[in-house]
Structures are given as C-alpha cells and as structure tokens.
C-alpha cells in the first residue's frame, strides 16, 4: 500500500509544481522594445532573427506579450501608402510571424514624417486588422492586466515637437499642445501599479543627439509629468544605440532601444549607469512586483539586466 500512496504523493506535488509555475509565469508581462530598425539591412535582419530566437527560448517560462516600436520605422522617408512595398519587406516578412507572433505596437519617428504622410502607418493598420501592426493613431493609450499585473503604456509622438518642417506642413496645427495636454490627463488618472511612456525622441541621453535643442526643449514639457505622476520608464529610440540612463533629478527610467538598424558612437558620458553601441534590443518583464530588464545583442547575449520595484509602491512606503 505504501508505494501507491507515494505514487499519489509524487503525482500531487509535481501538480501542484505545475501550477505554480504555470501562475508564475502568467504573472508576468513580457515585451521586448526596437527602435530605428527600418533600414531593410542585414543589421535590420540580424536583430530580428535574433528577437525570434530569444521569443522562442522564452516561450515556455516567460512567453511574450507584444513588441514595442519606437519610430523611424521606415528608412529614410517613411510610407507613401498602405500598399507601399516596404511594408513586406521591412516589417511583415521581416519579423517572423511564427516564432513573433504577438501585436507590434507602435510609434512614429523623425523619419516616418518625411513623407508628408505619418497617417499612413495609422492607417495601415485599420487597412490591414489581420497585420501584427498597431497603430492606433499618432498618441493613445494600451493597458495590460494579466492577472495581477496591471500596467498602463503611454504612446505618444514626439516628433510633434521636432521642429521639424515637415511637422509645420500637418493640417491639425494644434496636436503637439493637444497630445501634451492628453499626456497629463491620461498620467494623472491612472491607477495601474506600472506606467510607462514610449516615445521616438529621448530626453536624456549620452548618444549624438543628447544635447539637441529639441531634446532638451521635450525634457522641459516631459520631465515634470514624469516625475510628479511617478512614470517607471521613458522608452525610446532616436540614438542608435542602447542605453539605461538614471539622472540625479527623476526616478523615471530613461531607456533607449535605437540599435536595430543604424549604429553611432558615444558622444556624452553625462548619465549611466549603460551604454553600448551595438546592434541588439530591450526586453522587459513586468510582474505585480519587479520591472525584470535586459538589453540583447543581436547574437542573443544579455549585455546589461537589471531590477527595480515600481514607483508607485514606492509611493505607498
């Protein structure tokens, strides 16, 4: 009699086993982050392989929700139409649609403007509602709640504040005051333990552009909201290259994901504690507790990982 009742007894904790890894792993939001990755180059291509390598590796302990895009999505002048051929080439076929099948969710850059029609990339995903392209418009809102991880995800368009001629051309000459005036509505009711803003233009920055006029006039308009709706990260692109920069003055993460594509050196050592300039891209893992982040090579090597409870539990202590 005994050893069935051991056989029963096994058989309860390597379920028990089951479930609780099962629940461990449904706890976490998982979502990897490119930016600058239209070029159509073999660089282009590495990192994609690469992203589909690193989606399957996980699948079974953190499988992935979504892929953050963060601008100049299409070198170098963005979309003339939804059936403009790089669409298949630079996205579609691109990313593997076996191994990455999850929503690409993204945002407009400098270089998507260039064409005088940024409402193409919008407008492709309404054309195309099968596409793994989400675009819900030039700034919107994504909530995540995956068991009890609750997460808000902010996209907005900076290049609304370039300056760029282009942007003067648009006919709604008042989205850049509309999208900032949306920004603090959205930040300021916002209940989710995790709030993250995504965006092509970062506001700090150790790469080529991190003391650009128009970056440090975007610190000026963001960086209060950061820090006053206690915002746990700034995702962005723009610098081609990899970056986590934590200033002395916000507790708002401020990372770069620009390595997709294009590649350019060092120029500033004002922030840190991460920079490299090489081809790769961001993962997160969000569960009710701990941001879990990461930045890859395009040969799969974690570069640079890190922890950090979210602000808003901070809030509370």
């Excluded at 593997?96 to 995903?125: C, M, Q, R």
């Excluded at 001629?165 to 850049?176: Q, R, T, V, W």
């Excluded at 395009?298 to 202590?317: C, D, H, V």
Aim: charged content about 20%.
């Amino acid at each position: 009699m005994i050893k069935p009742i051991q056989n029963r007894f096994t058989l309860l904790i390597c379920m028990l086993a089951l479930l609780f890894n099962a629940t461990a792993h449904a706890a976490a939001l998982h979502f990897l982050a490119i930016g600058d990755a239209g070029s159509g180059t073999d660089m282009q291509k590495s990192v994609a392989g690469a992203m589909a390598k690193y989606a399957q590796q996980t699948q079974s302990t953190s499988p992935l929700n979504f892929v953050l895009v963060l601008g100049d999505n299409f070198y170098p002048q963005g979309v003339t139409s939804v059936r403009d051929p790089q669409w298949k080439t630079k996205f579609e076929t691109m990313y593997d649609a076996k191994l990455l099948p999850v929503p690409f969710i993204a945002v407009l850059g400098n270089h998507d403007w260039k064409t005088d029609s940024p409402d193409v990339e919008i407008e492709y995903s309404k054309a195309n509602p099968k596409s793994r392209w989400q675009m819900d418009g030039h700034y919107y809102k994504r909530t995540f709640s995956i068991d009890s991880v609750q997460a808000d995800f902010f996209l907005i368009d900076s290049a609304l504040w370039d300056g760029d001629s282009h942007i003067d051309k648009y006919s709604d000459k008042k989205m850049a005051e509309k999208q900032l005036a949306w920004l603090r509505e959205q930040l300021s009711t916002s209940t989710a333990r995790w709030k993250i803003v995504a965006a092509h233009h970062p506001i700090f920055s150790n790469g080529g552009h991190g003391h650009d006029g128009n970056i440090l006039a975007m610190r000026k308009k963001l960086l209060p909201l950061f820090n006053q709706y206690k915002v746990d990260a700034y995702i962005t692109g723009h610098d081609h290259d990899l970056q986590r920069n934590e200033p002395r003055d916000s507790q708002t993460q401020f990372l770069i994901s620009g390595a997709d594509g294009k590649l350019r050196p060092q120029k500033y050592k004002d922030y840190g504690p991460f920079y490299q300039s090489t081809l790769g891209f961001l993962s997160i893992e969000l569960t009710p507790t701990e941001m879990r982040g990461k930045f890859l090579d395009a040969n799969g090597k974690t570069l640079n990982e890190w922890t950090r409870a979210p602000l808003s539990l901070k809030s509370q202590n």
